[in-house]
């Protein structure tokens, strides 16, 4: 449960800035209309010591032209919530963010050499994923896809579960050329995982990291 302590519209958050009586655990934001004058104040809220550790989620739809991951990283948004999610899916994206707060080690990337089933509309294939967090992996592709193509993804993590791990994710970055392979690598934003997939990836960053 969360306790909802301010809520602006777009033109107030923008003008006022985040000015809180008393300071938030999380700040969620509207990105879709995202001013010059609101980022600012996103930076000047961000750049204040006492609001350096509040995370900071955008909420946004995610553009034909892809996601701007750098800029995002830095006016320190952590995060993203698509727009077209359903209510459920926000409040596992919270929860998702708060777990990885308590628990950093897990939500770290970390290489890997994982064999993962990929498919979207125009492709099928088995892959690998080359690293892993519960945020995402990046993964390599025979297809040259293109940034926003969603990826219906399937592996299992055999040293700590034998359960199928079933993910929708959205291509946020790749490289145009080929590796030394000769494919593809693309970055991909999972849409959230379920608690208990989340929980299974968490113990492989832990392996991963221990070995």
């Known amino acids: 449960d969360y306790d909802l302590i ?30 010059e004058s609101k980022m600012r ?12 550790r509040i995370p900071i ?4 739809k995610f553009a034909k032209n892809g996601l701007n991951i750098p800029m995002l990283r830095a006016h320190g948004i952590v995060g993203l919530i698509d727009y077209n999610s359903d209510p459920d899916a926000v409040a596992r994206r919270i929860d998702s963010l708060f777990r990885s707060l308590a ?3 897990l939500y770290e990337r970390v290489p890997c ?15 690998y994923a080359l690293d892993i967090s ?11 896809a293109e940034l926003n193509t969603d990826l219906e993804m399937r592996f299992r993590l055999p040293m700590v579960s034998g359960q199928w791990i079933d993910v929708t994710g959205r291509v946020v970055h790749r ?21 208990d997939s989340q929980m299974i990836v968490g113990r492989e ?5 221990a070995d």
Do not use: H
């Not at 104040?41 to 350096?52: A, H, L, T, V």
């Open 103 to 105: 628990e950093t080690r």
């Open 57 to 60: 989620l955008g909420v946004m």
């Open 175 to 195: 490289i145009d050329k080929r590796n030394s392979a000769g494919r593809y690598e693309v970055g991909v934003f999972f849409y959230s995982l379920a608690k």
């Open 134 to 144: 519960t945020s995402g992996v990046r993964v390599t592709i025979d297809d040259r």
């Open 6 to 35: 301010e809520c602006q519209p777009n033109d107030a958050a923008s003008n006022t800035g985040f000015d809180f009586d008393s300071l938030p655990d999380l700040v969620v934001v509207d990105l879709e209309s995202a001013a």
């Open 113 to 127: 050499f994982l064999p993962i089933e990929v498919s979207s509309e125009s492709y099928a294939g088995n892959e």
């Open 205 to 209: 960053i832990e392996r991963l990291l």
């Open 41 to 52: 104040k996103i930076r000047e809220f961000r750049g204040s010591r006492r609001n350096r």
